[in-house]
């Protein structure tokens, strides 16, 4: 069964909603200096946004010592993905990524009429090497979600640098960091290599640790001549005024995020070591870099996702079983406030003790 979601509705079909931990989004909400800023533009509701998105790109640019003319914002990041994919793949062309990476991949390569090609993982990890020896001379655009979603899973800088670095030079190569912010140590968030090479594209949103999902705010940078071409088939007034004016109050907010980034390891780590603990009932936490943790059921175990997904449900923990996405040992969930956490985590040693005893 689907079971759709309505936000501020405190139901899930007849049962309460204990924890909805099925779309990583921020669990604290929204920055309250980023209401406020999007309170204020209410009023002037009447009037077109800033199709440029000028003063968000600014403040985008004065943060991470950019070239604001070298940014584009999108209606989110999907957005953009699809701009990625409009503007350098078409009919005939491939556009390339890893097995198990992020959904939207798949339908902008099919939008535009490319051949949409999946290159195999490592145990739900992007592998460099296959990444390359998929490449052919159609292949127009390889995406990379690092962190990715749905796995969590995270490769190095050297080896994003690698595979950039093998890759034709007519070929874009879109690093979508969604979750960057949740990454730790040594890690490519693609700012750099945009700056030494014409054909990356960085991706960003202010969906995941600035809390602004239901605003729609993404961003990417690259080279003048690819931000060029992803302009011209963009939807002209493509960001609200409220997520402008939101994106730069939380962007500012540097507190917020902090709370969030320290909040979100620790106690996804916590989520991780619970379902780890589980282990002989054949569960697996896959090591996480994002705000989720995937649990994997094995094969020949005594338990299956599915089950366990609707368990959660019974409880009230909206989770994401991935069927849909040929993952069907698979659920994600994402991390909560500290009561939501627990509660997912009691819900899953519910079922596990109840089926296993
Ligand atoms: N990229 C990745 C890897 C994601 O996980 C998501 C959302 O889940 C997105 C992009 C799109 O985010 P948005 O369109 O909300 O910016």
Redesign the pocket.
């Known amino acids: 069964a689907i079971h759709a979601y309505v936000p501020g509705k405190a139901s899930l079909d007849a049962r309460p909603v204990v924890a909805k931990l099925s ?2 989004e921020n669990p604290f909400g929204p920055s309250p200096k980023a209401v406020a800023a999007m309170t204020a533009v209410l009023g002037a509701s009447h009037l077109y946004p800033d199709p440029a998105s000028t003063a968000l790109r600014e403040a985008l640019a004065a943060r991470h010592g950019i070239e604001a003319a070298q940014i584009i914002c999108g209606t ?4 953009l ?1 699809h701009l990625v994919a409009g503007a350098f793949a078409g009919p005939g062309d491939e556009v390339l990524y890893v097995r198990y990476g ?1 959904a ?1 991949y798949d339908i902008a390569a099919r939008r535009v009429g490319a051949v949409p090609v999946v290159a195999p993982d490592v145990d739900y990890t992007c592998d460099v090497d296959a990444v390359l020896a998929a490449v052919t001379e159609r292949t127009k655009v390889v995406f990379l ?1 690092n962190p ?2 749905p796995t969590g899973t995270l490769i190095s800088a050297a080896e994003v640098r690698r595979l950039h670095a093998g890759l034709p030079a007519d070929c874009v190569f879109a690093l ?1 960091a ?2 960057a912010e949740f990454a730790e140590g040594e890690y490519e968030d693609g700012l750099a290599l945009v700056k030494a090479f014409p054909n990356v594209v960085a ?1 960003r ?4 640790i600035y809390g602004l ?1 239901a605003q ?3 961003w990417a940078y690259a080279a003048p001549a690819l931000i060029d071409a992803m302009h011209r088939i963009r939807a002209p007034f493509n960001v609200p005024a409220t997520g402008q004016a939101g994106a730069i109050a939380a962007l500012a907010d540097v507190d917020w995020v902090e709370k969030t980034r320290a909040h979100t390891i620790a106690w996804r780590e916590w989520l991780a070591g619970e379902v780890e603990a589980l282990g002989n009932a054949g569960l697996r936490a896959i090591p996480s870099a994002a705000n989720f943790v995937l649990v994997e059921f094995a094969e020949d175990g005594p338990l299956t996702a599915a089950a366990a997904n609707a368990a959660l449900l019974e409880d009230g923990i909206i989770a994401r079983y991935l069927a849909v996405q040929a993952m069907p040992r698979c659920i994600r969930i994402s991390v909560g406030t500290e009561g939501e956490t627990r509660a997912a985590a009691e819900s899953l040693r519910r079922f596990v003790g109840g089926v296993a005893g």
């Open positions: 779309s990583n989110g990041s999907d957005e993905i992020f939207v979600a990715n979603n979508d969604a979750y991706l949103t202010f969906s995941k999902a729609r705010v993404g």
